[in-house]
């Protein structure tokens, strides 16, 4: 199996400030990744998929780059609805792994 | 509106058995892969198996190979996960979990788009 690895496991950060969250994976995946925010007592939401598209409604603020096994989610400026955990995952027709999360935390 | 509701959870023995069902309602439940993804308490999602729309692929997670079975029944709408040689490790809250569509992967794939409310198995002495 491919491993998802994150970092950094928590941060904290001030609204306003750019946060930038990376995501290595074991093996090549091109550009099979996702990103996932989280709130606590919810499911995981769809932000970013194919490592850089946004998906419908996800606000203009979340970035994603990245190919092969280095990618990276960028906030350009975090709003206070921003918290929670964030996951990567890498995802094909025989797998949906993710990452162990990000938690953010607002200053 | 799109809906998934999971069943089947419980507390079992170390060794048991548990079948969980999830029924699916407000999408076109044939089109689309399907997955379980379960969460222990304080820790993040973890993708169990995966089922591809027709049903002819499924994958797992190496952690449950061989001990668990996903299969889908399209014409009631129903996913369903048998889960055998049950371990402690096993304990977490079951998520049924919806693909997106295909035009976001060309094909079936396992990224998650709509989760139901999960059921929650505990394997416990």
């Known amino acids: 199996d491919i491993q998802m690895t994150q970092s950094p496991s928590t941060l904290s950060a001030s609204v306003g400030d750019r946060v930038t969250i990376t995501c290595r994976a074991s093996h090549n995946i091109y550009r099979w990744l996702a990103w996932y925010q989280q709130k606590p007592g919810k499911a995981p939401k769809l932000l970013i998929y194919k490592a850089s598209t946004l998906d419908r409604g996800v606000p203009s603020r979340f970035s994603g780059s990245g190919s092969g096994t280095d990618f990276a989610l960028t906030i350009s400026s975090l709003q206070p609805d921003d918290f929670g955990t964030f996951f990567c995952q890498h995802y094909n027709t025989y797998s949906g792994t993710l990452g162990q999360g990000t938690k953010v935390e607002i200053k | 509106e799109v809906q998934l509701l999971e069943s089947g959870g419980g507390l079992v023995k170390p060794g048991g058995s548990l079948r969980l069902s999830c029924a699916a309602s407000?999408?076109?439940?044939?089109?689309?892969?399907m997955s379980w993804v379960r969460q222990a308490p304080g820790k993040g999602p973890e993708w169990v198996s995966g089922?591809?729309?027709?049903?002819?692929?499924?994958s797992y997670v190496d952690s449950v190979k061989g001990r668990f079975t996903i299969s889908r029944d399209n014409s009631r709408n129903t996913l369903y996960l048998q889960m055998s040689s049950l371990r402690v490790e096993d304990t977490a809250a079951y998520y049924c979990?919806?693909?997106?569509?295909?035009?976001?992967?060309?094909?079936?794939?396992?990224?998650?788009?709509?989760w139901g409310q999960g059921t929650l198995v505990t394997v416990s002495a």
């Open positions: 407000g999408f076109t439940f044939s089109s689309y892969a």
């Open positions: 979990v919806k693909a997106a569509p295909w035009s976001y992967c060309g094909g079936d794939c396992y990224l998650f788009h709509n």
């Open positions: 089922i591809s729309a027709s049903g002819g692929g499924t």
